[in-house]
């Protein structure tokens, strides 16, 4: 008898377990969207230091998608050494990323960066 109790016991915390994390992901991908929903309005009035901003202070919960965007106005304002910034912060998993590479080198295009853009089609997985 004990022992089913443990068992029921151990089940009921790993249900509880499992919604409270599943609750947590759902609030993480909410604030993320609402972010990628602020920054789109702050890009596209051209709202670049307002919209840097809100990116460093909340990268960490930034998808590849957001952080597409803030390389791509990086380019488009000429803000080169934010965008350098944005690129050091990279995880493996978001420098792997086409779109994020085609933003990378897009930034690193400009002629007085032109080695950069070499060193970086380089190690490209092309």
């Known amino acids: ?35 990628n929903l602020t920054l789109q309005k702050l890009f596209g009035s051209k709202q670049y230091k307002e919209a840097f901003e ?38 493996s998993h978001s420098i792997n990323n086409s779109y994020i590479q085609a933003s990378l080198i897009q930034l690193y295009s400009k002629p007085f960066i032109l080695l950069i853009t070499i060193i970086l089609y380089n190690k490209a997985n092309i």
């Not at 609750?23 to 993480?28: A, E, P």
């Not at 930034?62 to 050091?88: E, L, P, V």
């Open 54 to 91: 809100i990116v460093d202070q909340n990268f960490d919960i930034c998808t590849d998608i957001t952080i597409n965007m803030a390389i791509k106005a990086c380019a488009i304002s000429k803000d080169y050494t934010r965008g350098i910034n944005i690129h050091r912060k990279l995880s």
């Open 1 to 35: 008898m004990l022992f089913i109790k443990n068992i029921y016991s151990i089940y009921r915390f790993q249900r509880v377990l499992s919604i409270y994390q599943k609750n947590n992901t759902k609030f993480s991908n909410s604030s993320s969207i609402k972010l």
